[in-house]
Nanobody
């Protein structure tokens, strides 16, 4: 499975940003795809995950109600719509894939390159 993330940037607090993750490989449709972030000086933190085939979705409490994960089957792409961004959302965001619990535990089988999201006051 290969994952290519994009869409990071600088945004003011309260603003919105959408991340994209282009997925390829033979088995990704049988796996979970999600987002994990790492803020400066902190450990990895699970953000959101979806099951590509079943459609189940789970969010971390810190982003619930503000972030939305979705997929476009035709484009083999997963999106993370981030609204009402806060300074604490500043981090490198990684697209990740693997077993459901592995993604939630921030230990996925596959990682994409990170994309930096910076939220300014």
């Amino acid at each position: 499975v290969q994952l290519q993330a994009s869409g990071g940037g600088l945004v003011q607090a309260g603003g919105s940003l959408r991340l994209s993750c282009l997925v390829s490989g033979r088995t990704f449709r049988s796996r979970a795809i999600g987002w994990i972030r790492q803020a400066p000086g902190k450990g990895r933190e699970f953000v959101a995950v979806l099951n590509w085939s079943g459609g189940e979705i789970l969010y971390a409490n810190a982003v619930k109600g503000r972030f939305s994960i979705s997929k476009d089957d035709a484009k083999d792409t997963v999106y993370l719509q981030m609204n009402s961004l806060k300074n604490d959302d500043t981090a490198v965001y990684y697209c990740a894939s693997g077993r459901w619990r592995a993604v939630i535990g921030s230990v996925p089988d596959y990682w994409g390159q990170g994309t930096l999201v910076t939220v300014s006051s």
